[in-house]
């Protein structure tokens, strides 16, 4: 049995496992499992990138949607969270939001398909990546640094909004 | 500077780990306990003069005891010496006020019993002590044949006794038989008992002024048979 | 003695491969030994780490501490670890149970996972990734929703109080840790932690990085819920924060967890500021032993020293002082470097 196969073995396996649990996160009847399904998603997308040997990237996914981005979500459920939790998360029986959904689903699958389909993916053969936060690194601060920079005023900006309306802005 | 308090406190820490630790290792090593420290109470029978400074002072009736007269004197012999350990406070005012130091705190401090019975002690003069008096006993028996006025006179008392305890089982007073039963309950449940039946009463009555312990005997009976008989039809109904 | 575990692992794996394997199998075998082999010095250590814990805080104290099995108490846990594997099981009606039971699994999952990176000694790593320092800080950060899972599930106040508690320290403390230790990164160049310890073949950057390792101290010690951050499991008001309703085995899971952060966070300060496995005379693997167990004598001095620090002043602490200092730190190290290469070092 070759490292090929194996390979290949392991990415069936992670898939499978996002998959399963994007499908927990969706179907399951409790908000808070929901959310902690998304976290077990998060993981899965994280080692399908170690699969692909973009371990940093894999590692990003991991601190910043699994370990925050998924805690601030949790937080909100609970927060605004009453009555039963087995019962948070119940299905709306009405038809027009099920098309409306099916519509959403279906214009983000041909966006996304259409995207990978035009986009020319030139395969990298037996040459991995060494050092890729330093290359991530010099790009950022090197050809996108104004957008780098732009994200993080954005993301300041945000953050001193929020911040503004928790404490209320008529507080000196 | 900032953290200097920190600092100091690490030091103290770092300096209570060297020193020597202060942990008794306790039942291989017994406490060293100051020269006052007042353990059990204990008592020496050979000293007492039955004077009741002790009972006198108690603030909680821990002491009782027993006397006899002794034949052929005025002075009394004593038959048992009780400390129900209990109802101790440990406060001191019996070790001051006996005057021959026949009470006295030791320093044992493991009190604590299987049973609650046990924590009572009842001590008894020495065996040589008491076979002396039965000697002189003996001796005074002719002695006592002589003299018929000392024992009409106990006649007298005896009977005045008997009245009163008689009345005071009548009137339904419990107290007086706290001290043959081991419990207050049991006090309330021979009253009863006795109240029921008249001939029970005298019989009662009698023994209490004249053998406390063949009363005890007794009403631990009484009191034994009235439990089973109300425990027993219960249990027949399951 | 410097190689003997490479040696063992190399022979295994020419042993298994002479048996007529496939040297890929008996790598991915090697692998898992190394992992048992992990979980296996995990074990030991929490065992004479609780052992360790007790008898610090007793001299603390002046008390003699565990002493009654074996010599100086040192059986004391295994008899605890017996009473606790035969303790019942409890999981409350009310709580969720599928959250309830999963979350010390998590736990301790997260918790060995840390060891993937640690160089135990010379290329002694399970896995040498090159950005293992970065590895280090996201599995970390995982380690706060575990926490949360178990107050969520236990359905009860103290237990999601003392998560809630322990979610906010954690995220607040995650930013200084990983600021303090990006000045380390800038000077040795790399994240991956064997490069680090080679950088420090002439200098430790304890005497480079002193702000930044006081930073990783203060802040690993909130990262780990250690006294004197231990608000989330303040026992006096919360009975255990979200262990509370746990018993038995997951309860030991939980503790056994606690213990393993505490020991891979501080080999992480031997390997980033203490040099590693670098010393002289004695083996690497030694070494490493050696500094992890020094600072975890440091971590519980301060523990039983320490009173508790509020949870409003533990938070403006995070937010108003250590996080201004990384950054001042990260920004003075910066400056340094760029003064050093233009003095033409």
């Known amino acids: 049995m070759s490292a090929m196969i194996i390979n290949d073995l392991v990415f069936v396996a992670v898939a499978g496992f996002t998959l399963l649990s994007a499908l927990g996160m969706v179907l399951s009847r409790n908000l808070v499992h929901s959310a902690l399904a998304l976290i077990l998603t998060f993981l899965g997308v994280a080692a399908l990138f170690f699969n692909l040997g973009a371990v940093f990237l894999g590692l990003v996914q991991i601190l910043v949607y699994a370990g925050a981005i998924a805690v601030l979500i949790i937080f909100a459920i609970m927060l605004v ?50 050092d890729a936060a330093g290359m991530l690194a010099q790009l950022f601060m090197g050809n996108y640094v104004i957008a780098f920079e732009a994200a993080a005023v954005l993301l300041l900006v945000a953050v001193v909004g929020a911040i503004i309306l928790a404490r209320g802005a008529n507080q000196s | 500077m900032i953290g200097k308090g920190l600092l100091k406190g690490l030091g103290i820490t770092f300096k209570h780990g060297w020193e020597k630790n202060i942990t ?71 070790v001051e006020a006996c005057p021959t130091h026949t009470l006295y705190f030791t320093h044992n401090f493991e009190l604590s019993t299987a049973r609650r019975g046990e924590i009572k002690r009842v001590y008894s003069p020495p065996a040589e002590a008491q076979l002396l008096t039965g000697e002189s006993q003996a001796e005074l028996i002719p002695a006592e044949a002589l003299e018929p006025q000392p024992d009409a006179e106990a006649e007298a008392k005896r009977l005045k006794q008997l009245q009163a305890i008689k009345g005071a089982i009548a009137r339904g007073n419990s107290k007086v038989l706290d001290k043959f039963v081991d419990f207050e309950e049991d006090a309330s ?7 029921a039946d008249q001939k029970k009463q005298d019989k009662m009555a009698e023994l209490m002024v004249d053998d406390k312990n063949k009363a005890r005997k007794v009403a631990a009976a009484f009191v034994a048979k009235e439990k089973r008989d109300k425990t027993g039809p219960e249990e027949g109904k399951h | 003695m410097e190689t003997i575990f490479i040696d063992i692992a190399e022979f295994l794996t020419s042993w298994m491969v002479g048996l007529g394997l496939a040297p ?56 605890d670890t017996l009473k606790l594997l035969t303790k019942e099981d409890i999981v409350p009606a009310r709580a969720d149970k599928l959250i309830f039971k999963t979350a010390p699994m998590f736990f301790i999952i997260v918790s060995v996972m840390l060891y993937a990176v640690l160089p135990l000694g010379n ?27 178990a107050g969520w599930g236990s359905n009860n106040k103290w237990s999601l109080v003392g998560a809630m508690r322990s979610v906010a320290q954690m995220i607040s403390y995650e930013i200084p840790l990983a600021f303090s230790l990006l000045g380390v990164v800038m000077i040795a160049g790399s994240l991956n932690l064997s490069d680090i310890v080679t950088a420090q073949n002439r200098l430790w950057f304890i005497i480079l990085q002193p702000v930044a390792f006081i930073v990783y101290f203060i802040a690993a010690t909130a990262e780990l819920n250690r006294g004197p951050f ?111 290469r233009w003095m033409g070092w």
């Open chain 1, 81 to 130: 969270m009453h009555g039963d939790p087995a019962q948070t998360n119940r299905f709306n029986p009405s038809l027009g939001t099920h098309l409306a959904g099916a519509y959403v689903a279906a214009l983000l699958t041909m966006a996304l398909s259409l995207s990978i389909w035009f986009s020319e993916l030139p395969q990298v053969k037996g040459k991995t990546v060494e």
């Open chain 2, 24 to 94: 008794i290792q306790y039942p291989e090593v017994m406490p060293n306990l100051q020269e006052r420290y007042r353990g059990s109470l204990e008592f020496d029978p050979q000293n007492c003069i039955i004077c009741g400074m002790c009972t006198k002072v108690c603030p909680n009736n821990v002491l009782s005891f027993e006397s006899a007269p002794m034949p052929g004197s005025k002075k009394k012999q004593l038959v048992s010496y009780t400390i129900d350990l209990q109802y101790c406070m440990f406060c001191n005012l019996c």
């Open chain 2, 189 to 195: 449940l021979l009253m009863t008992i006795l109240q």
């Open chain 3, 24 to 79: 890929l199998w008996a790598d991915l075998i090697i692998t898992i030994l190394q992992w048992a082999v992990i979980v296996l010095i995990i074990t030991v250590n929490t065992i004479v780490l609780v052992w360790m814990e007790r008898k610090v805080s007793g001299f603390i104290q002046e008390r003699i501490g565990p002493n009654r099995l074996g010599p100086f108490g040192a059986f004391q846990t295994i008899a």
């Open chain 3, 123 to 149: 290329n002694m790593a399970v896995v040498n990734l090159n950005v293992g320092l970065f590895y280090f800080i996201s599995l970390g950060s995982l380690s706060t929703i575990c926490l949360l899972m």
């Open chain 3, 230 to 340: 231990d608000m989330p499991e303040a026992e006096q008001e919360l009975t255990a924060g979200a262990y509370t309703e746990y018993t038995g085995m997951r309860w030991a899971l939980f503790f056994l967890a606690e213990y393993t952060n505490l020991v891979a966070v501080s080999a992480l300060a031997a390997t980033l500021f203490f040099g590693g496995g670098q010393g002289p005379l004695l083996p690497s693997w030694l070494w490493i032993i050696i500094k992890t167990y020094l600072i975890m004598l440091v971590f519980m001095w301060m523990k039983w020293t320490f009173p508790r620090i509020r949870m409003d002043h533990l938070l403006s602490f995070s937010w108003k002082v250590l996080i201004p200092v990384s950054l001042a730190n990260i920004l003075v190290t910066g400056a340094g470097l760029e003064l050093f």
